[in-house]
């Protein structure tokens, strides 16, 4: 079973670039069975897709967000990023990691989140 | 960009009685493949969230047979059959065709 786990400043000044990694563990984030995503959630408010990557370097980006938003990953070390520039007070948010299934061969075709970090909260404050 | 559109976005239940959320979509989430990869999370107080059914009427492992999941297109239910104490929380809808858009959420609460 697959465990991720986010880490990175819980504070971060207006116009500065938010930084978050995700660890991986259970499992190697090489998989091509899966995407890597990160979706956040503001205090009090709903989940927001942000972006996800597959382990080749492909990225898909939320069209809102696209401008700011950069996620990488470093197999090396079973970890994949997300950076967002600009930051404002709307930022502030729980930053969730989570693996999406692609497919696996009992299942070729799936495409869910299946597992989730526990998030991270993020505050955008001078 | 595809909006998911939930009703109710809040949802007083009795214990043991039934609940349930409707989802429905901008437009169509049947993917070029055939499939409609359309997801139910839920949501307990402070937790993650957490995967119930998959493509609209599969249900991930270890989830209860009393959450159950229908529709087609772009109209799709989640029903939870007799709610129970721990099924508080806040259900978010998720499309995964057109790459990813979760519902507004909706708050299942106990009368």
């Known amino acids: 079973q697959l465990q991720l786990q986010e880490s990175g400043p819980g504070l971060v000044k207006p116009s500065e670039t938010l930084s978050l990694t995700c660890t991986v563990s259970?499992?190697?984030?090489?998989?091509?069975?899966?995407?890597w995503g990160w979706i956040r959630q503001p205090p009090g408010k709903g989940l927001e897709w942000i972006g996800s990557i597959y382990y080749s370097g492909s990225t898909y980006y939320n069209p809102s967000l696209k401008s700011r938003v950069t996620i990488s990953v470093d197999t090396s070390k079973n970890q994949f990023s997300l950076k967002l520039s600009s930051v404002t007070a709307a930022d502030t948010a729980v930053y969730y990691c989570?693996?999406?299934?692609?497919?696996?061969?009992?299942?070729?075709?799936?495409?869910?989140?299946?597992?989730w970090g526990q998030g991270t909260l993020v505050t955008v404050s001078s | 960009d595809i909006v998911m559109t939930q009703t109710p976005l809040s949802s007083p239940v009795t214990l043991g009685q039934p609940a349930s959320i409707s989802c429905r979509s901008s437009q169509s989430l049947v993917h070029s493949d055939g499939n409609t990869y359309l997801s139910w999370l839920q949501q307990r107080p402070g937790q993650p969230p957490r995967l119930l059914i998959y493509k609209i009427s599969n249900r991930f492992s270890g989830v209860p047979d009393r959450f159950s999941g229908s529709g087609a297109g772009t109209d799709f239910t989640l029903k939870i059959s007799r709610v129970e104490a721990e099924d508080v929380g806040v259900y978010y809808c998720m499309q995964a065709t057109h790459l990813w858009t979760f519902g507004q959420g909706t708050k299942v609460e106990i009368k």
């Open positions: 259970g499992g190697s984030i090489s998989s091509s069975s899966y995407y």
């Open positions: 989570a693996s999406f299934l692609k497919g696996v061969p009992w299942l070729v075709y799936a495409r869910y989140f299946d597992y």
